[in-house]
Every structure is written in C-alpha cells, then in structure tokens.
C-alpha cells in the first residue's frame, strides 16, 4: 500500500502562485509515476500533469507554460508549482501515484485550489 498526503492548495487571484505537496509514503518502491489530477465542481476528473521514477513529465495542454512537475526522491515528494494562474484552474487537485506492475493506483484526499478573478 502507499499513502499519499497532499497539502499547498488555497485561495490565490488570477495571476497568483501556489504550490502543491505530494508526500508519498508505505511501498514507494512499487510506484512507476506519480502525478496531479483536478476535478471543478460538474466536472470530471482531470490529468494536469505526471512525472515517471526516471523524471519524465508530461501536461495538460491546459497547463503548459504555466504549471512544472517535479520531484524529491530522497523526500518521496512530489511538486507541483503553479504560476499565472487562472479562474478556470480552481479545482480538488489530487495528488496520484501508479505502480503499474502491482495493477496498484492510488489517491491522495485532495487539496483546493480556488482562484478569483
């Protein structure tokens, strides 16, 4: 099992900055890729942006440009740093860890971020 402890989300205006912590913990050593999902009120669950053990990252096109994913190992965290933010980014972001091999995927509670214009 991992357990996944997600905390840095807020209030920010439009324009603003915030960054999010994922702090995995339990067998880390089974986890492929971590990750950042969002879900708005109404909507579904969202990919915003993924990084693998050997630090490949991949994004939402909505977030490009804007948003960085990375990692500590030596923490088994996970960042996400968002800048510029817009309104339309406010969400549940929940923090995501796979481990391919086990068929294992996991969730954080989720943290809110909610930007005003």
């Known amino acids: 099992q991992v357990q996944l402890v997600e905390s840095g989300g807020g209030l920010v205006q439009a324009g603003g900055s915030l960054r999010l912590s994922c702090a995995a913990s339990?067998?880390?050593?089974?986890?492929?890729?971590m990750g950042w999902f969002r879900q708005a009120p109404g909507k579904e669950r969202e990919l915003v942006a993924t990084?693998?053990?050997?630090?490949?990252?991949n994004y939402a096109d909505s977030v490009k440009g804007r948003f960085t994913i990375s990692g500590d190992n030596a923490k088994n965290t996970v960042y996400l740093q968002m800048n510029s933010l817009k309104p339309e980014d406010t969400g549940l972001y929940y923090c995501?860890?796979?481990?391919?091999?086990?068929?294992?995927?996991?969730w954080g509670q989720g943290t809110q971020v909610t930007v005003s214009s």
């Open positions: 339990g067998s880390i050593f089974s986890i492929n890729s």
């Open positions: 990084i693998t053990t050997g630090g490949g990252t």
């Open positions: 995501n860890a796979r481990a391919i091999l086990y068929g294992k995927n996991y």
